[in-house]
């Protein structure tokens, strides 16, 4: 079989025509995938999310700065109907009406949901943004359990679900399974109520071709990515942390989930929710019993040292997945993308000449 056939495509080439098959998003990492980010992950035949997060403030400003490079390096295929790339949003954060103000007068290709209070806030969300813009935005909902798949697949009929693996970097789910058994259980359960036609994007752990091979394997159309863009030359991040994530190894031992970053923060996410990053200094303080006071006011000094901050015995937070070992060098968003493209149909290949010898 040739391996290009081996490729799922879906309805998600329909809508996005500048993509290339498997489809590459890259996450919307917040402070970080902002306008730079997002059009070169679109530019490499990829879908670029800006990250809104629960701020949106500075929406309108990124969407501009994203439509002027529209303009300057127009993408073949893509349609004048809206632009090439998606925006997240955090919905426990964010008043829906803000939102969609920030969205009117440039409208993203898609928008990504993720950690609402509860699954009934999304039917609103989905309604309203679909109206406004007559269906032109789609809508790709992040999910981390079986339950949660199903419940939103019924209540908001998302054109896309993003299935995160407990693996993943920065905030998800405190308790669930890995991508590797999550996401076949999601495709089962979905075509067990006749809704097998929502593309699945997987997220989790994944930031090379193996991975993504992997990914399609298990019934998915796509991945997403967020450590292995942290190492990206377009990323909005401080050298610090970056180089955090160019020296951790071992990400299953070198990375916890925990609340202690947010409390150190002063971040408040609802309680199912916390997030996975690189062990340093502030959590194994935590962890050997510091009290939180005086954690907070080292931490508060090691932000004043810049990049410094970060480091073997640095306080800073830094959040990565599990994949962050795997993660080695600093390149540009075509050169992930191309390299990620490259080794899927690679691992295909492989796996294609060793069934025709069975």
């Not at 999601?186 to 090379?208: F, K, N, Q, T």
């Not at 502030?282 to 907070?296: F, P, Q, R, V, W």
Request: aromatic fraction near 6%; hydrophobic fraction near 40%.
């Amino acid at each position: 079989m040739e391996v290009a056939k081996m490729i799922p495509t879906t309805s998600l080439r329909t809508s996005y025509t500048w993509t290339q098959s498997p489809l590459i998003a890259s996450a919307p990492m917040r402070l970080i995938a902002l306008a730079p980010l997002a059009f070169a992950t679109s530019q490499a035949g990829g879908m670029g999310f800006l990250a809104a997060g629960t701020d949106v403030t500075d929406l309108k400003r990124e969407l501009q700065v994203v439509a002027s490079l529209v303009a300057q390096m127009p993408l073949q295929g893509s349609s004048s109907d809206f632009l090439p790339i998606g925006v997240g949003f955090i919905n426990w954060g964010v008043e829906l009406e803000a939102a969609l103000e920030a969205l009117r007068e440039h409208i993203p290709a898609a928008v990504w949901f993720f950690a609402p209070r509860k699954n009934a806030d999304l039917v609103e969300w989905t309604k309203k943004i679909r109206e406004m813009n007559k269906g032109k935005t789609k809508i790709w909902i992040q999910i981390g359990t079986v339950t949660d798949a199903i419940e939103v697949a019924r209540s908001c009929h998302p054109d896309v679900l993003v299935v995160q693996g407990a693996d993943a970097g920065g905030h998800g789910l405190a308790q669930g399974a890995g991508i590797v058994s999550l996401l076949p259980e999601v495709a089962d359960s979905l075509r067990g109520i006749g809704m097998e036609s929502i593309p699945l994007i997987a997220a989790g752990g994944i930031v090379e071709g193996r991975g993504t091979a992997a990914c399609l394997a298990l019934g998915g159309c796509g991945v997403a990515m967020g450590t292995r863009f942290l190492a990206s030359k377009e990323a909005n991040i401080a050298k610090g942390y970056q180089g955090d994530v160019l020296r951790t190894n071992d990400g299953g031992r070198s990375t916890v989930r925990t609340s202690v970053y947010d409390t150190l923060r002063g971040t408040e996410w609802p309680g199912q929710y916390n997030g996975r990053g690189i062990i340093n200094q502030s959590y194994l303080d935590a962890k050997n019993g510091m009290i939180t006071d005086e954690n907070k006011k080292l931490y508060e000094e090691a932000l004043q040292k810049g990049d410094h901050g970060w480091g073997e015995s640095g306080r800073v937070t830094a959040y990565a997945g599990c994949g962050v070992g795997l993660v080695k060098e600093l390149k540009y968003v075509k050169e992930i993308i191309d390299e990620v493209r490259q080794e899927v149909c690679e691992v295909l290949s492989k796996l294609s000449l060793a069934s025709s010898k069975l």
